[in-house]
């Protein structure tokens, strides 16, 4: 049985690996486009494991790191 303790910290798990991932360069451009759609999902998309979700679970500002996370890798990464 999962424990609070242990979806928070899969929560954590995901967010900080999704994130490192997306600026490997090693991690397939499929990948990093699935993690682009994760961070670019509505608002309203209600899923338990959503970025917004992870965020929120750790008191961050997700608009805020989403928009620098995004600066980041358009310049990492452009087109």
Excluded: N
């Excluded at 303790?5 to 967010?15: A, Q, Y």
């Excluded at 494991?49 to 995004?70: K, N, Q």
Aim: net charge neutral.
């Amino acid at each position: 049985m999962w424990t609070d303790e242990d979806l928070v910290r899969l929560h954590g798990h995901l967010l900080e690996k999704s994130l490192r991932d997306l600026f490997d360069a090693r991690v397939s451009a499929a990948t990093r486009r699935d993690i682009l759609a994760w961070l670019r999902a509505p608002q309203e998309w209600p899923g338990a494991f959503s970025y917004r979700r992870c965020c929120a679970l750790f008191g961050l500002d997700s608009d805020d790191i989403r928009e620098r996370v995004l600066a980041r890798h358009r310049h990492c990464f452009p087109d």
